[in-house]
Each structure stands twice: as structure tokens, then as C-alpha cells.
């Protein structure tokens, strides 16, 4: 078994003790220190992920994002102080280091020639180069993007800017990059926080963290960790997503940038306001000088926008003579999202020994929708070209959404001689609100319509007879009223020391820690059914459609008919009491409360042994698990609980070889596990007749032993091309599943619960190129290429229960795994202006699981390529001017059950053009 678990109370309670030990009982001579900054010198930006190193002694560092590194434990004596960054050659100095002081030696990268420094630190290839460096300097597998690259393309939120990644890509909901996939694993399967401190989930029943709710311009930078070592969460089978925000020691003196922005969509017309502004400056206080930082931002952006829609939802019969549809609906969206952010970031210094930091971000997103939906069922099933009999049914559902995420943390870094203590505390809190609105206004036709046919089994356009258009032959059959609420808190304890030291001639460093976790989450539904209106009062005439009816909604994908005023809705049953209407079933069966403590403590690490560096170590994590739910047996309620405790031991082993100055190997073996998500733990049982549905809090988590192994070939300014093979060998799988007929449920004819699968198995290869192609004569030099490929591949094992055959199982692919993902982009830059023109594709995957016997009822989403385009022009220093275009070909949303030729789904959202203007002082 690739993760161990480990119930040892006496291990558990002596692991930290014996790393503590094991650290203390090292030497600790008075050595000296070597410390420093790297800076860029014509902008004093300061340079994060380049390598310093003393070569006499093999011994090496980081430098940080402030650009500042620190060499502890070094001998009195005189060495090579070397530092290599990306696009320079590497600078060396001769260094004298004597016992009990500190050597300060600060390096800068200097231009050879007229705008070097522009190419290696900003605009399209200075940006992708700072993440490069990062990329190259670290311990494990990671991808990383900067703040001034999500700038260079038409990037709204975070997930839009991870889709540029190698192995990223992103699952989009109304046009917009909202989740984001790793590796092919899916949202839910990989972990994401704010400056290292964990996110909760805004929505209700999930882990996965929705990026579309945090606006891009309040970060500096994202750092996506491929494999884990043994001081992170170990709650990511696909990786762990960091979003870091803001620092003022991220540039030198005081720092600006104001934008400001429109946008269109030439689908509904609409314009859209947007306005960012963020700035930071450092203060000298005490004795100190310029060791003061404040970063701020704040961010708006009001788009109005929305989508055609025409679905089956799979109603297609495939019979013997041809494939006949039974029903199909057709919606239109009105949408309007107000994306809002604010971030307030302190950092101190009181000492060259230690940093002190405040980090806060507070996200607010507020989905506002209007659906109108059309939906027929035929009588018999028609075949296209065809005509038949159909009920119609008009729909109307309107409520605003509001999803908020707050994190607030306090920390810093402490350093004694060969000693470094880290220690945060942490909060974070997450939320989603829909008051009280339209959950879905029923109004059926008194008559089924004849004449009702269709063209078309992917796009269907539908005819229909000219009475479908009478609002007088549909009335108002049913009202739901509804609203939600969900609450997602965490607070978080940890504690890092390090010792660095040398192990005969080799540089070694030991770490160890530990961090508490405890989280809490309910969620809480009221809902209201208004029907039998006849019983209440209302008349005929008071109930036609013709009193709710509105203007037709721009359609585009064939004809709709009148659209339903939600104020008349609302109006209707405001005089009723709701009191009268309350479902206690559809309401309270939906509550729950979570609470869910991780205790964490690890051990790690790193050795030197000349070109090769290893890391290992072990982490171990606790959980224990509590949740109050409802169940309802048909006639009574009542409250259920659960509670459960387990444990994990998790090793991992890192490796990394260097073949030359600009390539690397690198190696590891790694463990991690996921937690099942709350929907599917919560304690809540329905049984209705011979039909039930139930959560299962006895779930086990996932569990996934990782290996990783990749070559990484630098090639100067932007330059590099990589290959990574990855395997993933994932137990106790968990999906949808339907136990009836098995022991205890042999009375019911389904019973839908979630269950723990066999197995699964993921793997693939992750390639990546870049390059600046600056060997080209002018003005060719000024072309940046940059691509991306991942080809994987996954087998998931299920089982279910069959009448005749009993104990059945089914290989299907994990979902969210696409086969295939990739990224091109083709750029230039000159001094006086830059374009952009990138290319996301992602190949088919399955959504879900429909029916676990049958892979008939298997949803697919299909293949997509979106194009965007992004042109810049810089006025001067200061200011630039920019254009975007997104989704240029148009690109829909489409998907199907297991016959590609036939609609679940088809969405078509238009095109969108954004104009501009930056003001910066950098």
C-alpha cells in the first residue's frame, strides 16, 4: 500500500520528540553567515529563484522574493560566492567569511546592451523568465506564472491564468475559467491556498475552490507544486495551487499601477466597467532603513453578459428503427457577475534576523442569473426531420449568488546562527448566500402542441406551430421559492524549524514541524413549493401566462417565444403564507454541519552530495471528523450524527541531478490523500417508498502514491524545454453508486449513496518549450514562442449490484480527465509595443457517471480550442494602452452521452473585446 496508516498512539506522540532530539544533539559551532540581495539595477527590482552558492563547499540557496538569500554554518575562510539567474551569465566574487559575523554581499544584474534588463525581468519574456527561475531553483516539481504575465493575456480571475500552465487546465462555467484540473485530476482532487494558508470551499457540498470568485490584479504570483514534500498540506492528489498576494518588498521604493477598462460582448450587446488599482512603499522605522513594507489593492469589474442554450439533458431513445428524442429544452441566460477584491498586506523586519508579515485578501463575487427555458416531451419519440405531439412546459428561475472568501494570516521568520524558526497563525473564511428568490416558475401549456419537429442531433433547431406563441394557452402550475446559505471556516496553527549544518564535507539541512487545522462548514437550505393555486383563490384568468409574460429574449439558436417577468412572479405569491407552502423535506434535508480537525507533524531532510541533491522525509496527519445531518424515513424526521477518526503516514523522496549548468534531472516519490467531500459524507438519509438516497460517512479518504521523473534544459532569457513522466496510483476511489439489492437495502429498487471504488490508475507526460528568439536580427528578435503538451490516461475501477448477476464492476477513466490538453502562444515585443496570440485546447472528458451499470448514461464534454489575442502599446514609461479579444472562433460548450452526435448539451456564449489603459510607475 502506497500510503501507510499507523495507529500507534507512542510513534505519534515521540515522532516530533525524535526529530527534536535527533536536531539538538548536532554541533553547533559559531560559524559565520553570508547574506545578501539580488537586484535588477537600472529598476532595483528585486529577483526571486536564483541560485547562490559557495563553490568550494558546494553549499547553495534561494534567493526569496524580496531577492534576499542568507548562507548559515560556513567556516571561517575565503570562497567563490556564485549567483546564476536565467538570461545573465552567471556573476562570481571572491568572499572572505570569518567566525560569529555576517557577511553582506549584495549583487546586481546589470544590462550588456540596450533593454537586456527589460528582456530578462519584464514584458512578456521578463515575466515568463522570473517564473522560470522559480521553476528551476526549487526542491520539487512545480509550474509557476507571474503577476506581470497574467497581465500579457486576457486573464479575468485565477483559473483563466493556471489554464497557461503545462498539465493545467481549467472547467468553465458560463464562458469563464472556474475550476481549475491538475494533471488531468479533477477540481476536487487538488489543493489551494493564499500565501501557504489553506482556502476553504464557498460552495456548498465541495472541497474545490471556485478561482473565478478572486480577481487577477490583487496577486504577484502563482505557484502550482507538482509533487509534495513533507512540510505541505498533503491534501492534493493532483497538486496544490498557491496564490500569492502582494508584497511591498516585491519591488524597490514606492510602486502603482491604476487600470481601467471596458469590455463588450457581441452576444448580448453589453458593456462592462472594470477598475484595479494596487500600490505598496516601504518606511523606515526605528533604527531600521527602508524595513517597513505596505502592499494594498483593490479591484471591480461589473460584467454583464450571457448565453443560448439548447439540451436534451441525453433524452434520446435508441431504438431499433432510429434514435428518436423524447424531450428537449431550450434556455437563455441574462447574467451579470460583480467580481470585487481587496488585499492589505504589512511586512516589518525589527532585525536582519527577523521578518514579520500580515496578509489579508477579501474576494467578493456576486452572480446574478436569469434562466428562461422552453422544455418539450414529446409523446412519442421523433426522429429528426420529423413531427410530432409535445407537452411545453415555460420556465423561469432568477436569483443572485453571492460567494465571499476571506484570509487573514500573521507569521514571520526568525533566524539564530544555524537556526530558522517559521511560525503563522492563520484564519480563513468562505461563503455563498442566495437569499430568498425564484428557485423555478413552472407555467405548462393546457394543451399539447402537434406539429413540433426538429433538424439537427447536435445543434437541434426546433419548428413549432404558431400556437406555441399564444400566451393564453399556458397558465402558472408551480412555484419554488428559495435560499441558501453556506458557511466554510478554518483556522490554522504552524510551526517550521530548521537547522542547517554539514554532514562530513556535504551541506545538509534538517527541518521539522508541526500544524493544527480545524475546520468547520454547514450549510443550510429553506425552500417553499407554491402549488394547487386553484385551492388559494386564484382564478383563471389570474393564473394565465399572459400576466407574466415579457418580451422575447435575443435567442440565436432558433426560435423562443415570449420571456417571463420574475417581478410578476414574485408579485403573484407575495400575498400568500409562506408558512402554507414551507417543504421541510427539500429544506432541512440539505442541512448539515462538518467539522473536521487535522493534527500534522513531519520530519524532512536535504543533503548535498555534489551535483545531486536529495530530500526526503515523512509527514504524518490526523483527521478527526464529526457531522449532524437529517434523515427522513417518509413521515418523521430526525437528526442523525456521525463521527469518525483516522490517521495517515506519508513519505516522500525528492531528487535532483545536475547534468550541467542549464539541465536537470529530477526524480521523486510521493504520497498524498484526499479527503471525500462533504456532499458525500454528510449524514443525511431520504427514503422515499422503495427508493433512497443517503450520504456515507464512512468513506475512506483517497489515498495516492505518486511518481514523478523529468528532464529541464534551460536555455537563456525565457529559453527552456522539459519533459515529466507522472504516475498515479490512486486507492479507495470514490463515486456516485446505487446499492439496491444489496445486504440491508434488498427492498429498495434504487438506493443512490457514494462508495469507495477498487482502484485507479493516472498517468501521462507533461512536455514544455519556450523561447525568446533573441539569436534572430532585428526585428525578428522581438518573437516569443512558447507550447505545452499533457497526454495522459487514467482507469478507475467501480462496482455495482445487478438483479441477475450480482456483484458487477466498470473500468471507466477518472473524471475531468481529458487525454490530451495543451498551450500555444506566439508573441513580440519591442520597446514601443507587444502582441499576443494564444491557443487553449483540452480534449474530451467525462463529466460524470450517470448510471453506474451502464456506460450508455455516461456524460461526455467535448473537445474545446478557445483563441484569445492580446495587443499592447506603451504611450511612454507609464502608460499603456491595451486591447484583448477572447474566444475569437467562437468556441461552445458541448456535451453528450457517450454518442457524440447526439446533445446533452449545447452553449454558445459569443465573443468578448476589451479596451483598456494602465498607469504605472514601474
Excluded at 95 to 104: A, F, H, K, P, S
Excluded at 772 to 789: I, K, S
Excluded at 829 to 849: D, G, H, M
Amino acid at each position: 500500500m502506497t500510503v501507510y496508516s499507523l495507529k500507534n498512539k507512542t510513534f505519534k506522540r515521540n515522532l516530533l520528540i525524535g526529530a527534536i532530539s535527533a536536531i539538538a544533539a548536532s554541533n553547533a559551532w559559531a560559524d559565520g553567515q553570508v547574506r545578501g540581495q539580488l537586484t535588477a539595477e537600472l529598476s532595483g527590482l528585486p529577483l526571486q529563484g536564483s541560485r547562490i552558492k559557495l563553490e568550494e563547499l558546494n553549499v547553495s540557496t534561494v534567493t526569496a522574493r524580496d531577492g534576499r538569500f542568507a548562507l548559515s554554518g560556513i567556516a571561517a575562510g575565503d570562497y567563490t560566492l556564485s549567483v546564476s539567474y536565467l538570461g545573465v551569465e552567471t556573476l562570481s566574487r571572491q568572499v572572505t567569511v570569518r567566525d560569529d559575523e555576517t557577511l553582506i554581499s549584495n549583487f546586481q544584474i546589470a544590462p550588456s546592451k540596450p533593454n537586456t534588463e527589460y528582456l530578462i525581468v519584464l514584458g512578456q519574456a521578463g515575466s515568463l523568465n522570473k517564473a522560470l527561475n522559480r521553476q528551476r531553483s526549487a526542491d520539487n516539481v512545480v509550474s509557476a506564472v507571474s503577476a506581470d504575465a497574467i497581465g500579457q493575456l486576457p486573464d479575468t480571475n485565477v483559473s483563466e491564468a493556471l489554464q497557461r500552465l503545462p498539465g493545467l487546465s481549467v472547467e468553465r462555467d458560463q464562458g469563464e475559467g472556474r475550476y481549475v484540473r491538475v494533471r488531468g485530476l479533477g477540481p476536487d482532487y487538488n489543493a489551494v491556498t493564499i500565501n501557504g494558508v489553506s482556502l476553504p470551499s464557498p460552495d456548498s457540498g465541495r472541497r474545490a475552490v471556485a478561482l473565478d470568485v478572486i480577481p487577477s490584479d490583487l496577486l504577484e504570483g502563482l505557484v502550482v507544486s507538482k509533487t509534495l514534500t513533507p512540510d505541505m498540506d498533503a491534501n492534493a492528489l493532483g497538486g496544490s495551487i498557491d496564490i500569492q498576494s502582494l508584497s511591498a518588498f516585491d519591488r524597490d521604493g514606492m510602486f502603482y499601477s491604476f487600470t481601467a477598462e471596458g469590455s463588450y460582448n457581441d452576444l448580448t450587446e453589453e458593456s462592462s466597467p472594470k477598475l484595479a488599482l494596487t500600490a505598496s512603499d516601504q518606511f523606515s522605522i526605528g533604527s531600521g532603513e527602508d524595513n517597513f513594507g505596505v502592499a494594498a489593492g483593490v479591484s471591480w469589474y461589473d460584467r454583464s453578459f450571457g448565453s443560448d442554450n439548447v439540451e436534451t439533458g441525453g433524452g434520446w431513445d435508441f431504438d431499433d428503427e432510429g434514435v428518436l428524442l423524447e424531450e428537449i429544452e431550450q434556455r437563455d441566460y441574462t447574467v451579470n457577475r460583480e467580481r470585487s477584491g481587496i488585499t492589505l498586506n504589512m511586512d516589518y523586519k525589527p532585525s536582519d534576523n527577523t521578518d514579520l508579515y500580515w496578509r489579508n485578501l477579501f474576494s467578493r463575487y456576486t452572480d446574478s442569473e436569469i434562466r428562461l427555458a422552453n422544455i418539450y416531451e414529446f409523446e412519442d419519440g421523433v426522429m429528426a426531420g420529423q413531427s410530432g405531439v409535445a407537452e411545453v412546459e415555460r420556465e423561469l428561475k432568477d436569483r443572485a449568488e453571492t460567494q465571499e472568501i476571506f484570509s487573514t494570516s500573521f507569521g514571520g521568520s526568525t533566524r539564530a546562527g544555524n537556526w530558522t524558526l517559521d511560525y503563522r497563525a492563520a484564519l480563513s473564511e468562505s461563503g455563498e448566500d442566495e437569499p430568498e428568490h425564484v428557485g423555478g416558475a413552472v407555467f405548462s401549456g393546457s394543451d399539447a402542441f402537434a406539429g413540433v419537429s426538429f433538424t439537427d442531433t447536435v445543434q437541434p433547431l426546433l419548428t413549432v406551430p404558431a400556437s406555441f406563441s399564444d400566451t393564453s394557452a399556458y397558465e402558472l402550475d408551480e412555484v419554488e421559492w428559495a435560499s441558501s446559505q453556506t458557511n466554510d471556516e478554518e483556522r490554522s496553527f504552524q510551526l517550521d524549524i530548521t537547522r542547517d549544518l554539514f554532514l562530513g564535507e556535504n551541506s545538509v539541512q534538517l527541518k521539522f514541524g508541526g500544524k493544527y487545522r480545524e475546520r468547520e462548514k454547514d450549510n443550510n437550505v429553506d425552500v417553499w413549493v407554491y402549488e394547487d393555486f386553484d385551492e388559494f383563490g386564484f382564478s383563471d384568468d389570474q393564473l394565465n401566462f399572459a400576466d407574466y409574460s415579457d418580451a422575447a429574449p435575443d435567442y440565436s439558436l432558433g426560435y423562443f417565444g415570449p420571456g417571463i417577468n420574475p417581478q410578476a412572479v414574485a408579485s403573484a405569491i407575495a400575498p400568500l403564507d409562506k408558512n402554507e407552502f414551507y417543504s421541510e423535506e427539500d429544506s432541512r434535508i440539505e442541512d448539515f454541519v462538518v467539522q473536521e480537525d487535522v493534527a500534522a507533524a513531519y520530519l524532512m531532510g536535504r543533503i548535498d552530495l555534489g551535483d545531486l541533491r536529495l530530500m526526503g522525509g515523512v509527514r504524518y496527519e490526523d483527521t478527526d471528523f464529526n457531522a449532524m445531518g437529517t434523515r427522513y424515513d417518509g413521515d418523521d424526521f430526525s437528526d442523525t450524527q456521525a463521527s469518525k477518526q483516522y490517521d495517515h503516514v506519508l513519505p516522500s523522496l525528492h531528487a535532483r541531478y545536475l547534468l550541467g549548468e542549464n539541465t536537470q534531472l529530477r526524480a521523486s516519490w510521493s504520497n498524498a490523500l484526499v479527503r471525500p467531500n462533504f456532499e458525500q459524507v454528510a449524514p443525511f438519509f431520504v427514503i422515499d417508498d422503495e427508493e433512497a438516497e443517503f450520504g456515507n460517512p464512512d468513506l475512506e479518504a483517497m489515498e495516492s502514491g505518486n511518481i514523478d521523473v523529468g528532464i529541464e534544459h534551460y536555455m537563456g532569457v525565457a529559453g527552456v524545454v522539459s519533459a515529466f513522466a507522472y504516475y498515479k496510483e490512486i486507492d479507495n476511489f470514490i463515486y456516485q453508486t446505487d446499492v439496491a439489492g444489496t445486504p440491508g437495502y434488498e427492498n429498495y429498487d434504487e438506493a443512490i449513496t457514494f462508495g469507495n471504488g477498487d482502484s485507479a490508475e493516472v498517468y501521462g507526460i507533461e512536455l514544455a518549450l519556450s523561447k525568446q528568439l533573441d539569436f534572430l536580427p532585428a526585428p525578428f528578435d522581438g518573437l516569443l514562442v512558447t507550447a505545452n503538451a499533457t497526454v495522459s490516461d487514467s482507469e478507475a475501477t467501480m462496482s455495482y449490484f445487478d438483479e441477475d448477476e450480482g456483484a458487477m464492476t466498470r473500468t471507466i477513466t477518472m473524471p475531468s480527465q481529458s487525454d490530451t490538453t495543451g498551450n500555444l502562444s506566439l508573441g513580440y515585443e519591442s520597446s514601443s509595443f507587444s502582441v499576443r496570440l494564444a491557443a487553449n485546447y483540452k480534449s474530451e472528458y467525462l463529466l460524470e457517471v450517470g448510471d453506474v451499470s451502464d456506460s450508455e448514461e455516461d456524460a461526455y464534454i467535448d473537445e474545446q480550442t478557445q483563441l484569445d489575442l492580446s495587443a499592447r502599446y506603451y504611450v511612454n514609461d507609464g502608460v499603456q494602452v491595451y486591447f484583448e479579444a477572447l474566444n475569437l472562433t467562437d468556441e461552445p460548450y458541448y456535451a453528450y452521452l457517450n454518442n457524440r452526435a447526439y446533445n446533452a448539451q449545447y452553449e454558445s456564449y459569443g465573443l468578448t473585446f476589451k479596451l483598456g489603459l494602465t498607469v504605472t510607475n514601474f
